[in-house]
């Protein structure tokens, strides 16, 4: 049976620092990708993304643990004999040879025959729309152009599995848009496996079946877009992916799957429990903008919080409340403008209440 | 005058180059058209020049003379055809390696490598070549240090007979020319991006087929320029061959010499630097069409 496409088992890898010091890029990596997913690394640069999907690529070799492709151990073999192929950073085109010479090399390389390497050939560049630019050199194309032969160039070899290092970092952001849906299609078209490294939150959640979100060599949670975005399992997910608030208090008591907390000046919010916590421990409560509501000052509830607006921001489809509470920690809250002049009703210096559902509110220990 | 200068682009680019003209007019121009005249006339029984128009020297140089068929001259050409070859093959094959390992070096050890090849040419070129006396003659350190050897481990032990001959203008030649090639081929090698390599082993290439087709395509300027600043000096050199060929070596630049100095026969010196540099020139002008010297460099 074939397990996964790829298997990471406990890998380590370390580098020697400039002072000689040992630096642990990867710490004790575990992952499954499933075959035919689309599976991204998120996380800051240095955070081991990139050394990971090198370690798969075969260009670096892990210090510790294994790296299995389709169930096979790959110990030490060298990356040109590994069932996978790779779209670079800044696509590594070569220049001294034509798009056609580009998208044949890794078939040539691999003693395809001439009439099945040209069909296999005009396939891939049909597949990424350039057709009839076979003759052009890398230079002569634009960004996106390029983008597209790095990715015949690849997928026209067949791979088990597509590694793409930040293969839309440099294009401009309409085109970086356009390229995600594309190649979102193009993976379902191809039914490969795509291995996704990306700096970009929000790349990662359009794009992706799931989402390994990496910090200093540690992948910290691994989980599908909604997972991530809406039960981050630590301070460090909630913050890295969207934008969200923290409210630090220490917990009052335990019921069916939710923590009593008390914030200071004695407030107490209801939120759900994402891993474990005890009565008396100190815990952030994290809960986004948009999960929270603005009401006129009203009777104390529970899960409401007594602040006032210090800034109000109109963009259009939202509106973003900058609300001061009681403590001077400030929170924001995002409000959809459903119906606009009954939305913005609070102004700054306004003295409001802030509302959110125990549900859409995670308790994290640290 | 300035009005003019200021709104005419023509008049400010002749401007410019105006100096670079005078120079090569006077230093280039000049002195070739006057070497090509003498190339056409004669010389007296006291070796003055009387200009008339004769294809003697050249008929001599192919081996025509007034006393019958004498191919000395043709085994000079050839001897420094063969010689510029060998040559810049063998400084190819040495530089080429040196200056891939230096190019994948760290960045840090990379300047003192290049620094290390530079050394030698701040001492002074003859000084360099007389140096090689020391060391290939046959009492030199070479004999010395393998005789030494060879008593050591007890096998029987006859000095090489390296100077002065012909391996030894070689050796002398290979030396002087080494670092001329490894600084373009560096160069163009350094300038590789480092992801190539890698796409090239991800597409499945091995080392050699990367090698083949992607490092040494991509670092045809740099061997381009560096066979021609290598073959170009050394087809006409005649201080190497005198120095470590010791009168036995004549090549094509030491015939010039001799003409013009002991010989006193200033056209025929002529016409046999005008056989040389129209060697040189059809040679260059082949061999960078052939191997597409301006798309390359275009390109990377």
């Given amino acids: 049976m074939v397990g996964y496409a790829v298997e990471l088992r406990a890998v380590w890898k370390r580098f020697l620092g400039p002072a000689g010091e040992t630096v642990a890029a990867v710490k004790e990596l575990s992952l499954q990708i499933a075959d035919g997913e689309f599976f991204a690394l998120l996380g800051p640069s240095g955070c081991g993304k990139t050394t990971t999907l090198r370690m798969v690529a075969g260009f670096e070799l892990p210090s510790a643990g294994e790296v299995l492709i389709q169930g096979r151990p790959m110990g030490k073999t060298p990356p040109y004999q590994r069932p996978v192929n790779t779209v670079f950073q800044n696509y590594a085109l070569f220049p001294h040879m034509t798009i056609g010479e580009n998208v044949a090399f890794g078939l040539q390389m691999q003693k395809v025959g001439r009439q099945e390497l040209q069909r296999r050939v005009g396939d891939a560049l049909a597949m990424v729309r350039l057709s009839g630019f076979e003759r052009r050199r890398p230079k002569q194309l634009s960004g996106g152009q390029q983008q597209r032969v790095a990715l015949a160039r690849a997928l026209v070899n067949r791979p088990q599995v597509l590694l793409l290092d930040e293969p839309l970092g440099a294009l401009d952001l309409k085109l970086r848009k356009e390229m995600q849906l594309e190649l979102k299609k193009l993976q379902r078209e191809v039914g490969i496996t795509f291995v996704f490294v990306t700096h970009d939150q929000e790349e990662a959640l359009t794009m992706s079946d799931r989402i390994a979100v990496m910090d200093a060599g540690v992948a910290l949670q691994v989980g599908s877009a909604t997972q991530i975005y809406e039960q981050p399992n630590c301070r460090f997910v909630a913050d890295f992916i969207g934008e969200t608030n923290f409210l630090e208090g220490n917990v009052q008591q335990l019921q069916g799957g939710q923590a009593l907390v008390e914030l200071p000046g004695g407030l107490l919010v209801w939120a759900s429990m994402a891993q474990p916590v005890a009565v008396g421990k100190p815990v952030t409560v994290t809960v986004r903008p948009e999960k929270l509501t603005l009401r006129p000052l009203e009777a104390p509830l529970a899960n409401q919080l007594q602040g006032q607006v210090v800034d109000q921001l109109y963009i259009g489809t939202d509106t973003h409340y900058s609300v001061r509470l009681a403590s001077g920690q400030i929170l924001r809250v995002r409000e959809q403008n459903n119906l606009a002049a009954l939305r913005q009703w609070a102004q700054p210096g306004d003295t409001v209440c802030v509302r959110f559902a125990a549900e859409t509110a995670s308790v994290l220990t640290g | ?300």
């Fill in chain 2, 1 to 300: 005058m300035f009005q003019l200068l200021r709104e005419n682009r023509r008049w400010q680019g002749f401007l410019l180059i105006l100096p670079a003209l005078l120079v090569l007019g006077v230093l280039l121009v000049l002195p070739l058209g006057l070497t090509i005249v003498t190339s056409f006339a004669q010389r007296d029984v006291d070796g003055n020049v009387i200009y008339s128009f004769t294809l003697g020297n050249y008929w001599r140089l192919l081996g025509f003379t007034a006393t019958g068929w004498d191919d000395l001259y043709l085994k000079i050409l050839l001897r420094s055809l063969a010689l510029a070859f060998q040559t810049t093959t063998i400084v190819l094959l040495l530089a080429y390696p040196l200056a891939y390992f230096i190019a994948r070096a760290p960045q840090r050890r990379r300047n003192l490598l290049l620094f290390l090849v530079l050394v030698p040419l701040w001492t002074n070129f003859v000084i360099r070549i007389y140096a090689w006396v020391m060391i290939l003659r046959s009492q030199g350190v070479l004999n010395t240090t393998l005789g030494a050897v060879a008593g050591l481990v007890g096998l029987p032990w006859q000095p090489l007979d390296l100077y002065p001959s012909q391996s030894a203008v070689l050796i002398g030649m290979v030396y002087e020319f080494l670092p001329f090639m490894i600084l373009p081929v560096y160069t163009s090698l350094e300038k590789i991006e480092p992801a190539l390599y890698e796409a090239a082993a991800d597409l499945h290439a091995n080392a050699l087929q990367t090698f083949w087709r992607v490092t040494l395509p991509l670092s045809m300027p740099g061997v381009i320029a560096g066979t021609i600043l290598t073959f170009v000096p050394v087809i006409g050199t005649f201080v190497v061959s005198d120095i470590l060929g010791g009168r036995q070596v004549i090549l094509v630049g030491n015939l010039v010499q001799r003409q013009f100095l002991d010989a006193r026969d200033p056209p025929f010196g002529s016409a046999a630097s005008i056989v040389l540099l129209g060697i040189t020139l059809v040679l260059t002008l082949y061999y960078t069409r052939r191997f597409g010297l301006g798309e390359e460099i275009a390109a990377g």
